[in-house]
């Protein structure tokens, strides 16, 4: 081989070498420009090590979707110094590419997480739990996510505004939205990073809006209010083909103002209080795994960690239910019930054969021209979520005539001969008894993947300390499937992918549902009540919407919190800005609604300490 080459190398007259180097040089050159350093805020950590660090009005704890919105509309006002601690680094290179973002899990630009195991959901993977992934990077989840950009439903937010949260109604959280999506040229804009995904697979993606019509389910061309049922090709996070998470859009894009710095690496383990726990004085935390430093403020941290560590957070800091915090010896500061209202969109997949006549098997040469054609374009399938970007919203209850939907679908075709499968499988942690099985079918025959997801839980999951060591993560319960309701609305969703089966759409292509191997469930009739029942407790997983575990709500609400300026009761000083502010979950993807949170919080403060300054003055 080696001698067949050197004979390659020596017959040509140079040209050929140069244009072979050209090419080489041009494909690691767009490689490296998707995510350069210099495209990063700078961290700010070595020049606290040098010099010390001042105080700040306002400590932004995470660089993630709601974060980096805070941070930037915060350092907007010249006179304000903020400082961002974020727990991870810059995002790799993987990160912007649209297509492989399951590649992304089990790195260490994630909080892995895994939840507690129980008999009721989660059975079907390794050691009978469910994988958690959560961003720790610039860009937080939204850095990892599949970018699927929904804003849920009008009745979401007045649903909130009805359990005691006055101005979070739709009508007040539209303007919102809108603020965080525009693209004019002013400092304030928005991202921008809204835009529609490739087309892919045409042949699935018509399959489904076909078959769905034959159902009396609507195609929409958008989401919007009086249209929430339908199939709909959603809109994604990104931009000229590359991700576009708002700690690229939104913090990034506000790097060289001098009032705001970023210290990355930065992993929080205290919010400091006074002795009476009702006046926040600083943050501490660990830099680069070694160094415990700390910071004070002069007006607000706002917490913006994630459903997951901002409860954990805020639980080490003394915050946070009496008996457990007790029970792992934190001294109790405030008596609230962080941790709780814990919710997610479990989801269930449904595994179909496809006929491979209509789509070829991918060869080595098409995964070659797709990684060219990113690389010098950002074009292509790898600019797309490398499935299919079409998404249902269905009313399962025939009884009911809402028009808001409970059931969602989220759908990924598996062509032979490509990796999506096996990534799924692997990110997942499928147990190798139920996923082997797969992989072998998988080589003979495309697959397609209906996840069926429920929108409005009724099951109830919390959040515990393992003890008061901040290394320790958090223990997880997320209660899957534990109201019986829910187990209802998920069967309802299936036996729709029963109908969708017995479509013209779907026999064209045909797409038959796959029983894969689940010892227990295989002794019932397949496809029965029952069998899906089963089938249920061991294939039911996370959607990755983790929300509602330190919600907002009224002081006549024991549960709550926040009051509905996301202010922690009892504690001047303290704020909390992402999912986790949720009363209940809203009917979507969630890194839209907490791009929106992020921007409220900033109107909030902004309000606040605007009305302070006024007072002052006078």
Not at 9 to 14: A, C, D, H, S, T
Not at 21 to 41: D, G, K, R, V
Not at 517 to 525: G, H
Request: aromatic share 8%; charged share 20%; proline share 5%.
């Amino acid at each position: 081989m080696s001698e067949a080459f050197g004979n390659c190398v020596q017959q040509n007259l140079g040209l050929g070498n140069t244009l072979v180097s050209t090419l080489l040089h041009t494909l690691l050159a767009a490689q490296c420009s998707l995510s350069p350093p210099e495209l990063w805020p700078k961290d700010y950590g070595p020049t606290y090590i040098e010099k010390g660090l001042d105080t700040y009005d306002f400590v932004v704890i995470g660089a993630g979707t709601a974060g980096s919105v805070v941070a930037s509309r915060l350092s907007e006002n010249p006179k304000w110094r903020v400082l961002v601690l974020e727990a991870g680094g810059d995002p790799p290179m993987e990160s912007m590419i649209p297509a492989i973002y399951f590649n992304i899990q089990h790195s260490k630009y994630n909080f892995n997480y895994y939840t507690e195991p129980d008999d009721k959901s989660c059975l079907g993977y390794k050691n009978q739990v469910c994988y958690w992934p959560r961003g720790k990077m610039i860009g937080g989840s939204g850095a990892i996510n599949a970018m699927m950009y929904v804003q849920g439903t009008s009745e979401d937010y007045d649903n909130w505004e009805r359990r005691g949260n006055p101005n979070w109604a739709w009508k007040d959280v539209r303007l919102a939205f809108e603020k965080s999506l525009q693209t004019n040229d002013s400092d304030r804009k928005g991202c921008g990073c809204v835009n529609d995904f490739g087309v892919h697979y045409s042949e699935i993606r018509e399959m489904l809006f076909k078959g769905a019509m034959e159902l009396g389910v609507p195609r929409l061309n958008d989401l919007k209010e009086g249209a929430y049922i339908g199939y709909t090709a959603l809109k994604g996070n990104t931009k000229n083909g590359v991700r576009g998470s708002t700690g690229k859009s939104f913090l990034a894009k506000s790097k060289d103002r001098p009032n705001l710095h970023v210290i990355k690496n930065a992993v929080v383990t205290k919010i400091n209080l006074d002795e009476h726990g009702s006046q926040v004085k600083g943050v501490t935390f660990v830099y680069n795994d070694h160094q415990q430093l700390s910071v004070n403020i002069a007006k607000e941290v706002i917490l913006s960690a994630g459903a997951i560590d901002s409860p954990k957070i805020l639980m080490l800091s003394g915050i946070g239910p009496k008996e457990h915090l007790e029970s792992v010896g934190i001294p109790v500061l405030k008596n609230l019930q962080v941790g709780n209202n814990l919710q997610d969109h479990v989801m269930v997949p449904l595994f179909f054969k496809v006929d491979d006549s209509k789509v070829k098997a991918q060869t080595l040469r098409d995964q070659l021209d797709a990684t060219y054609t990113y690389l010098v374009n950002q074009t292509g399938p790898l600019a797309t979520t490398g499935t299919v970007p079409v998404t249902g919203f269905i009313n399962s209850d025939e009884q009911s005539s809402s028009p808001y939907p409970d059931i969602l679908f989220h759908n990924m075709f598996a062509q032979r001969g490509t990796s999506v499968m096996e990534t799924w499988l692997h990110s997942a942690e499928v147990a190798d008894d139920i996923a082997n099985p797969i992989r072998e079918i998988h080589k003979d025959t495309h697959l397609f993947v209906a996840f069926v997801k429920l929108l409005r839980p009724k099951s109830i999951g919390y959040i515990h300390l393992h003890s008061a060591d901040p290394k320790d993560p958090p223990k997880l319960f997320a209660n899957y499937l534990a109201d019986s309701q829910d187990i209802e609305t998920i069967l309802r969703g299936i036996k729709f992918q029963m109908k969708m089966e017995e479509t013209a759409a779907f026999k064209e292509q045909n797409a038959k549902l796959l029983q894969i191997n689940l010892p227990e469930c295989n002794e019932l009739t397949f496809k029965s009540d029952n069998y899906w029942k089963c089938y249920m407790k061991y294939m039911s997983n996370t959607v990755y919407h983790m929300a509602g575990s330190v919600k907002m709500g009224p002081d006549t609400d024991s549960s709550a919190v926040l009051d509905w300026r996301l202010r922690v009761k009892g504690v001047k000083g303290l704020r909390v800005a992402d999912t986790s502010i949720m009363p209940s979950i809203v009917s979507g993807n969630t890194n839209g609604p907490t791009m929106m949170i992020g921007e409220r919080a900033a109107e909030f403060i902004v309000e606040d300490w605007s009305k302070s300054n006024v007072h002052i003055e006078l």
